[in-house]
């Protein structure tokens, strides 16, 4: 990796590429390390170096990827000019600051998220029965055959060997799944319960709000007051489309991508769920149903 050391004045002084280790990138930086900040970009690998600065009581500070590559940009692109620009902007005051999730919490958050990840394939894999059921135009299920115990006879249906074999793969996939989420999510929520006890309770507490649900909120928020307004929130869940405007005329729609896409999901369902368990819901707000799902996580938000 590329580090690069700028002081006060502007002038380069470390400029150079470095194993990733621990102990190299200390040894570099000790020189400077009475008065350094250290900033590095948002990638999957900010970890160790967060964690070194924290054993050694060196300021850190995470860099949103995207901002920066919409502030800097740029038609060459390497992790040598990468490093001069992160240290270009954080001596300039334009350095763009993302949250560096606490250590304690972090690895159960990379769990809940690995849990999604299975889940979802499984997802994927009842999707599939369902869209080959309807390629050969045989009747609907009766029942959810995301359910263990409305899985049986589902093969059968099929007179093809091939096709019924495909199923039968599905079938044995979500089988082998199912018992690995169970003990997953077990983990997870005791965990969660040794971690953050009094924020779980009062998120399950909220109607349409289950034990994902709960859980894949307290992980991605973690602490409530890292938010100053319930704009940077919304902003941060994604409920609301960001517009691009010039001289008050709309001129499209960018940045899509920034923020958190596990907690919009979970902001969704919950805004869904809300209209299944509340009476308010549907009586005090009945134009709440109406409303595109976009909207109903940005109110339910709100």
Known sequence: MYVCIIDQKGKTRVHKNIKTDPELLFDLVFPYIDDMVIGVECVFCWYWVADLCSEH??????????YMKAIHGGKTKNDKIDSYKIAALLKGGNFPIAYPYPA????????????????RRCSELVAHIQNTNTQYNLPAFAKKISRKYNRQGVAERFEDPSVKKSVEVDLAIIDSLNPILAQLEWYIEKTARQQDYQTLYLLRSIPGVGQILALVILYEIHDIKRFPRVQDFSSYARPIKPVKESNGKWAGKSNKKIGNAHLKWAIKEAANGSLV???????????FIHLPIYRRSFFLTS
């Open 57 to 66: 009581k060196v300021t850190f500070v995470l860099g949103h990827a995207l």
């Open 104 to 119: 304690k919490m972090r690895a159960t958050r990379d769990l809940l998220r690995r849990r999604t990840y299975i889940a």
């Open 277 to 287: 368990k509340t009476s308010w819901v549907k009586t005090e707000i009945g134009f």
